[in-house]
């Protein structure tokens, strides 16, 4: 009995001092950190200690999928202003699905942290994605109701809208198609896309793509096709016009 309780007592332990790690290394530190633990308690842990008033993070993954969609749309809102609300909607989409949320919970190592029962960990529960989106939808979840939605956007402009600028998401932008609609609203002339470079192997090649509008220089892009490199090319276009209207 000795052994099970010392055990027991060290698993503990070393619990908290992962919650604590983590909230350093995130560097917020929650004022009621049974909210946080609660994000990372999966039902199958409360299933196996009915005798504890432990409460899964379910209802907080609730929360957290309403209070991600606001802040992400937010941020997608401002950031594109040339945007339509349909190519928004799809952003958001690929943003907060599950594969998106599983790489950002990856990031974090949140799989480490999740409070799960026995039988659900001997199958591989932990590392399984449909689990750790919703726990990162939880803990967004019990940091909006700890902290409230501006330290919410902190962390998202940390971890996840760097990720958006960086065009992580841009396969499923229309740059291009932006572009173009904003150039025959203004009635400015024709828009022409150019391949300057193409260089590297060719099972890895690169390609430097150019945008002008009336032949003058609007922007670059690379990418590993001929259309990649284009959208980026008119992405850095869309950018620049933006910044002069």
Same mark, same amino acid.
């Given at each position: 009995?000795k052994?099970?309780?010392?055990?027991?007592?060290r698993?503990?332990r070393?619990r908290?001092? *992962?919650?604590?790690?983590? *909230?350093e290394k =995130?560097?917020v530190?929650?004022s &009621?950190?049974?909210?946080?633990k *609660?994000?990372?308690?999966?039902s199958?842990y409360v299933?196996?200690?009915?005798?504890?008033?432990?409460e /899964? &993070?379910?209802?907080?993954e609730?929360?957290?999928?309403a %209070?991600?969609e606001l802040?992400?749309?937010?941020f #997608?809102?401002?950031?594109?202003p040339?945007?339509?609300e349909g190519?928004?909607t799809?952003? !958001?989409a690929a943003?907060?699905c599950?594969? $998106?949320?599983?790489?950002f919970? &990856?990031e974090?190592?949140?799989g /480490?942290? %999740?409070?799960l029962?026995?039988?659900?960990?001997?199958t591989?529960g932990r590392?399984?994605?449909?689990?750790l989106?919703?726990?990162?939808?939880?803990?967004?979840?019990a940091l909006f109701?700890?902290k409230?939605?501006?330290t919410?956007v902190?962390?998202l402009?940390k971890?996840?809208?760097?990720?958006?600028?960086?065009?992580?998401f $841009?396969? %499923?932008?229309?740059f291009?198609? *932006?572009l173009?609609?904003?150039?025959? !609203?203004?009635?400015?002339?024709? =828009?022409?896309?150019?391949?300057?470079?193409? +260089?590297?192997?060719?099972? &890895?090649?690169?390609?430097?793509?150019? %945008?002008?509008l009336?032949?003058?220089?609007l922007?670059?892009?690379?990418? +590993?096709? +001929?259309k990649?490199a284009?959208?980026?090319?008119?992405?850095?276009?869309?950018?620049? #016009?933006?910044?002069? #209207?």
């Open positions: 009995m052994n099970g309780r010392g055990k027991n007592t698993t503990f070393d908290e001092k *992962q919650f604590k790690e983590f *909230q =995130i560097e530190q929650f &009621n950190e049974k909210l946080l *609660q994000a990372f308690t999966h199958s299933n196996e200690h009915r005798k504890k008033p432990y /899964d &993070n379910e209802r907080l609730f929360l957290g999928d %209070v991600l802040t992400v749309s937010k #997608l809102y401002k950031k594109y040339m945007m339509s190519e928004l799809k952003l !958001r943003i907060v599950e594969p $998106s949320l599983v790489s919970a &990856n974090l190592s949140f /480490d942290l %999740v409070l029962g026995k039988g659900e960990e001997m591989g590392t399984r994605p449909a689990l989106a919703d726990v990162f939808e939880a803990f967004i979840g109701l700890d409230g939605i501006e919410v902190s962390f402009e971890y996840v809208y760097p990720k958006i600028n960086a065009g992580a $841009s396969h %499923v932008m229309d291009k198609s *932006q173009q609609e904003l150039v025959q !609203r203004d009635g400015a002339g024709a =828009i022409e896309y150019k391949i300057l470079q193409e +260089k590297g192997p060719a099972h &890895n090649r690169e390609f430097v793509s150019q %945008v002008s009336n032949g003058q220089d922007g670059v892009g690379t990418g +590993k096709s +001929k990649e284009e959208q980026h090319a008119a992405q850095m276009a869309l950018e620049k #016009l933006k910044a002069h #209207l």
